[in-house]
């Protein structure tokens, strides 16, 4: 082979090459949809408060610990209130929740969840106090304050009750002000740890080939199928690094799921979701009882006294109707999507079709995991 020939030979390997790269670019996911950074986490966060301002639906006098915060909260203000004295309806205990986002500094404000502890009807219109929230550690991260909104309502009048939603969980929008910074880790030994949302050896792989490929790193090592673990160069610093690691393509492997929802009817499927080959036969079955009462009156020669009375005698009627249907072939490697249209055309609803997934599924023709919910 002469200069000219390999010279071409090795451009077009490499024109390949290129065009690969981008077909793979074009179709596959950022990095930073696929995966997230060691330590970029939210913590929990919980805390006791009470909500004042409501009209006549709050906790009624048998919950103590209502009462109790109230006096409690009045004496902070100076007045000493015995429990006894407190009979208003006005005020409902309430667990406050939120989450504390990894990079949450100190005067942020987050959203908060409220919901009645107690038997208030409604927090429809009430005010939250303000409430220390605490993380697992029991330290003080954020305080919660503000009109509580409720998407719904409660109205009551002369035993006549109209209700939307539930009435006794509100949010507060950006109520509650962090007043302690997430602890953080500092990146050690110029490490960063890429951990997968959906832990997977083929995608773990494929991500260290676009890493290795895209930067000149000293190491780029896969330790389990969920965590990878990535070096960064010399003279870089590690924001610039980690914000040019996120944007790596990368072709995810998906598993085969079958994901179907009985209470609503619902079935979502993969495009890769295969199915051997199995025939599929549904009856429908269906009976119809039809109850007809019939009242027997006594003639009209009867002695007053002898116990004779009209009677009412029910009449049944039972009627069986089986209709067969044709069976349905699929070949394999049918998708899951040309079943269910295969399946349409024996009229099926969506739930028998439910239940013919799982059938399939046990005699082990379905080559997917399926997820009842």
């Known amino acids: 082979m002469d200069g000219y020939s390999l010279v071409k030979t090795i451009f077009i390997f490499l024109f390949c090459f290129l065009l ?7 179709v596959g996911v950022r990095l930073k949809d696929l995966a997230r950074i060691e330590g970029n986490r939210e913590i929990a966060l919980v805390g006791y408060g009470i909500v004042i301002g409501l009209s006549g639906s709050g906790d009624s006098s048998r919950n103590r610990a209502t009462l109790q915060s109230l006096a409690n909260t009045l004496s902070n203000f100076g007045l000493k209130v015995s ?17 504390l986002p990894p990079f949450g500094e100190p005067g942020d404000r987050i959203d908060i969840a409220v919901s009645s502890i107690g038997d208030a009807k409604s927090l429809v219109g009430g005010t939250l106090l303000m409430t220390p929230l605490y993380g697992p550690d029991q ?31 509100g949010n507060i929008a950006r109520g509650a002000t962090i ?7 500092d990146i050690k030994l110029g490490e960063v740890n890429i951990l997968l949302n959906e832990p997977d050896y083929t995608t773990a792989q494929r991500v ?21 673990a990535v070096v960064i160069p010399k003279g870089e610093s590690a924001m610039s690094f980690i914000a040019r690691l996120e944007g790596v393509f990368v072709v995810p ?19 890769n979701v295969k199915i051997g080959a199995v025939s599929i036969a549904h009856g429908d079955l269906r009976i119809e009882i039809e109850t007809t009462f019939n009242a027997s009156q006594p003639g009209l020669t009867f002695r007053p006294g002898s116990g004779v009375q009209t009677v009412v005698t029910p009449e049944t009627k039972i009627s069986v109707v089986e209709n067969g249907s044709e069976p349905v072939i ?18 099926l609803s969506t739930r028998d079709i439910i239940s013919i997934l799982q059938s399939i599924k046990s005699a082990g023709a379905l080559h997917a995991d399926l997820i009842i919910q």
Do not use: W
């Open 253 to 271: 492997d998906i598993d085969a799921r079958v994901v179907v929802n009985e209470r609503t009817g619902t079935i979502v499927a993969g495009s």
């Open 83 to 99: 429990e006894r004295d407190l009979n208003s309806r006005n005020v409902a205990a309430v667990m406050v929740t939120s989450e």
């Open 179 to 185: 007043e302690r910074a997430m602890p953080r880790e």
């Open 330 to 347: 699929v070949q394999s490697g049918t998708t899951v999507g040309e079943l269910v249209q295969s399946l349409n055309k024996i009229r």
């Open 208 to 228: 260290v080939r676009s890493i290795s490929s895209t930067f000149l790193t000293e190491k780029v090592e896969a330790v389990h199928p969920g965590k990878i």
């Open 139 to 169: 330290k003080l991260y954020a305080i919660g304050q503000g009109s509580v909104i409720v998407g719904g309502y409660r109205v009551e009048s002369f035993s006549n009750l109209t209700k939307k939603n539930h009435t006794t969980v």
């Open 20 to 26: 690969g790269q981008l077909a793979e670019a074009n």
